[in-house]
């Protein structure tokens, strides 16, 4: 079953503008990691974090983590119109990290 | 990065035929492979965990007798959608991770299914 909640749904930004995509959870988890997916195609990994961890850059990316609320952020800075695709969040759960439980996803569209 | 080949990456196919679509792991071994069905702006839904030299565990409510599924060898994991029908039009994707616990999934390009 689903466990992972994202929002927005829908995220529709102008170039250049930082973009915020949030995930809830409602178990345990040893990992939450983000992926992207450009239409029609498969998951690109964007970032992992821990959960002993609290926050992970990566490039334009950056990634918090509260296991406290079980929820997580993605930032991505300065978009482009390449960023255009849709995020989904994905977490373990006590199967193992390897079966991953993905969120709903958010679309995000950047207009140039 | 590790790569993981889906193929195909596209198929049409009649009613009541079989399709097989295969995922292959270029560059590691993965002992367990990971099958996932998306509907068209929905998320991923895991149907099955596909297990190198044994069965394949399914998710609840998913066919095992419909989506058969086979691990034959440490880098190749086939789902055969058997007498398909136009409900089971979907994408496909497939994930692999290189066996290790706490580690990034590794996923296919997918398969768009449909059945006319």
């Known amino acids: 079953s689903q466990q992972g909640e994202e929002d927005p749904q829908a995220l529709s930004i102008q170039e250049g503008e930082n973009a915020t995509m949030n995930c809830s959870y409602k178990t345990s988890i040893n990992n939450l990691q983000w992926y992207r997916q450009n239409s029609g195609r498969g998951l690109v990994h964007l970032i992992l974090i821990r959960s002993n961890e609290r926050e992970k850059h990566s490039g334009r990316l950056r990634v918090t983590l509260d296991t406290s609320k079980k929820s997580s952020s993605l930032l991505i800075t300065a978009s482009r119109a390449a960023d255009t695709a849709s995020y989904f969040c994905a977490t373990d759960g006590s199967q193992g990290a390897q079966k991953l439980v993905f969120g709903q996803g958010t679309r995000l569209t950047i207009n140039p | 990065g590790a790569v993981v080949s889906q193929h195909p990456s596209w198929v049409i196919c009649k009613s009541g035929t079989s399709v097989k679509i295969e995922c292959r792991s270029l560059?590691?071994?993965?002992?367990?492979m990971f099958w996932y069905r998306q509907f068209p702006k929905q998320s991923l839904m895991l149907m099955a965990t596909?297990?190198?030299?044994?069965?394949?565990?399914?998710e609840q409510g998913v066919e095992k007798d419909k989506f058969l599924i086979n691990h034959a060898s440490l880098t190749l994991s086939t789902l055969t959608v058997t007498s398909a029908h136009p409900e089971d039009s979907s994408f496909y994707i497939c994930?692999?991770?290189?066996?290790?616990?706490?580690?990034?999934?590794?996923f296919g390009q997918g398969t768009r299914l449909t059945v006319v």
């Open positions: 596909s297990n190198e030299g044994s069965k394949a565990t399914y």
């Open positions: 994930s692999a991770s290189r066996g290790v616990m706490n580690t990034e999934a590794f």
């Open positions: 560059d590691f071994q993965a002992t367990t």
